[in-house]
């Protein structure tokens, strides 16, 4: 429920500060007083757009708060708990507007967004405004107030998340799909890569075998002159070798550790080395006995050699990375191939989230016929009580599950009337006239208005076109509306403003160029007064008092 509001610097307002009660609270005032200029001030709190020209002309700064009691709003107190924002059994909503255009937001003293204030603004207050007979023609603002009537959120939300899905699936099956020749392209590339490289066969560690190989082979020549020249110094030479020189120096040495302790270690040495160069020089005898110089198998390894290098330029990679480049591409073919697999599987996926979707459509759609129902009655029954004692309300909902898919479903919702005998039912702007069309409009909100979970609703001059016994009925209509939720009602009908439990004024003085408007509470003398002003102008005669007290008192 609004508790309190305080505006200053705000269009043609100085300061002004109220507070607000339970049950339905009318504002009337002077035509041009800024009737309204208190719910365009709330509006801002409420996240709406803001304009350097809302502030008073010649101050730095506009400023509004609004004061909301928590007590019986629970959705509101989950949100404030869920953003951290939470503190007692009140929100304060604030707003700052500079000279400049800037606008600072806060609730309960702690900067946020326009948005976040928005999503809040909409659990605690719903306002209903004087052009909202003009809205009611669009088929979209009909389907949402039917919608807001059934409160079937859970349903429009499986709606909305199972089209979703089903739409991304779809459009990535439709890119598939599109891609399909540039894959089939691609997919004739690499496999004509894949069979020169299946061709050439090249194993994992092969490339560095042959690269060894053929050094080997094209060194035939100069391996074997020099091992045999090796194997003659150090074995088979018998004018003189290293192991003869070795065992000749052994035998020098071999008695003088008896003489000298400090050579004992040598004649060791020289031994070893005698058995290393015997074992060394029978490995050059065997390495000479096996080495094979095989033209024919040095041509193979150069044919392979110039394969390897030729395909390994053409892929873009060096010779020891061909293998790798092979299995790589074998990989990307696999992918290729799974594509006409894959998009069967993905076509599947896509009719089962299309099913999925029209399941949830289904029932979102017989849930606002059923609704539907019984909103026509109610509201041809709140016609009738508004002077079109033969007014039929219907809407009517046409299904298609082939070509009107959308986030919302699959129905197409029109809002039919008839207000004359005889008539045909025909779509709502088409057959009500102004008047008609303002108390059509009212009905359908007065009635839309029970079902909304938000404790606050402010009608803006929504009585617009109405007059007489029917702005009387009007009237009732709210006030039995405020005896379950917060009701304030602009509005410039007495028969209307007689029935608030309470009445706020607004006027609008001009002293030294400046012009300020200010609001108050009436007491009940005064609303008197201003109830015969309301229903005789400038004169106001003993009649129009009596007139005025005896609104009061039917209410």
């Not at 609270?25 to 409420?46: Q, R, V």
């Not at 009140?90 to 326009?114: D, H, M, Q, W, Y």
């Not at 099913?355 to 949830?360: D, M, N, P, R």
């Not at 299904?399 to 779509?427: E, H, M, Y």
Request: aromatic residues 4%; contains cysteine.
């Amino acid at each position: 429920m609004l508790a309190h509001m305080t505006i200053s610097n705000f269009a043609i307002v100085k300061n002004l500060e109220f507070e607000l009660k339970p049950g339905m609270t009318t504002i009337t005032g002077e035509t041009g007083a800024g009737k309204s200029i208190a719910i365009d001030a709330l509006g801002l709190c409420l996240g709406d757009r803001a304009e350097a020209s809302m502030v008073r002309p010649h101050e730095d700064k506009a400023e509004i708060s609004a004061a909301f009691s928590l007590l019986n709003n629970q959705a509101a107190r989950r949100w404030l708990e869920d953003n951290d924002l939470i503190d007692g059994d009140e929100c304060i909503l604030r707003r700052v507007i500079t000279k400049e255009g800037r606008s600072r937001g806060f609730i309960n003293g702690s900067p946020v967004p326009a948005s976040q204030q928005k999503a809040l603004g909409q659990l605690l207050i719903n306002i209903h405004g004087q052009h909202a007979h003009q809205q009611l023609m669009r088929a979209d603002y009909q389907q949402q107030m039917l919608d807001q009537y059934a409160g079937h959120h859970q349903l429009m939300e499986k709606t909305r998340d199972s089209y979703q899905r089903w739409r991304l699936a779809s459009n990535e099956l439709k890119r598939l799909t599109q891609s399909r020749e540039e894959n089939e392209a691609q997919k004739q590339l690499i496999q004509y890569q894949v069979k020169e490289l299946d061709e050439l066969a090249l194993g994992e560690e092969e490339y560095a075998e042959i690269e060894e190989e053929h050094k080997r082979l094209s060194n035939c020549g100069e391996l074997a002159v020099s091992s045999q020249m090796a194997l003659s110094m150090l074995y088979d030479n018998d004018d003189g070798n290293a192991l003869q020189l070795l065992q000749m120096a052994s035998q020098q040495v071999i008695n003088l550790g008896d003489i000298d302790s400090s050579l004992s270690a040598i004649p060791q040495m020289l031994e070893d080395a005698i058995i290393q160069v015997q074992e060394a020089s029978q490995e050059l005898r065997g390495y000479l006995d096996n080495l094979d110089m095989d033209p024919q198998r040095l041509i193979y390894l150069e044919e392979r050699l110039a394969k390897i290098m030729s395909l390994s330029r053409k892929h873009y990679v060096m010779p020891n990375e061909l293998y790798n480049k092979h299995q790589d591409l074998l990989k990307e073919l696999e992918m290729l191939d799974c594509s006409d697999e894959r998009l069967e599987d993905m076509a599947e996926q896509v009719e089962l989230l299309r099913q999925k979707f029209l399941a949830w459509a289904e029932k979102l759609s017989k849930s606002r016929r059923r609704y539907a129902k019984e909103l026509d009655k109610k509201i041809s029954d709140s016609m009738h009580q508004l002077s079109m004692e033969h007014g039929i309300f219907k809407i009517d909902i046409q299904s298609d599950a082939t070509s009107l898919l959308s986030p919302l479903g699959f129905d197409t919702i029109t809002f039919l009337v008839s207000t004359n005998p005889g008539q045909p039912l025909q779509p709502l702007g088409k057959v009500a006239s102004g008047g008609e069309l303002s108390r059509i409009s009212l009905a359908i909100q007065v009635i839309t208005a029970q079902k909304v979970e938000t404790p606050s609703l402010i009608f803006d001059e929504v009585d617009v076109g109405i007059s007489g016994p029917t702005a009387a009925i009007v009237g009732k209509m709210l006030r039995t509306l405020g005896e379950s939720t917060q009701v304030m009602c602009v509005t410039h009908l007495p028969q209307v403003a007689g029935c608030g439990h309470q009445q706020m004024f607004v006027a609008k003085k001009s002293s030294n160029g400046q012009t300020e408007t200010n609001m108050y509470p009436l007491s009940a003398e005064e609303r008197v007064g201003e109830l015969a002003r309301l229903l005789g102008g400038s004169e106001i005669t003993e009649r129009t008092l009596a007139n005025a007290k005896e609104l009061l008192f039917a209410a």
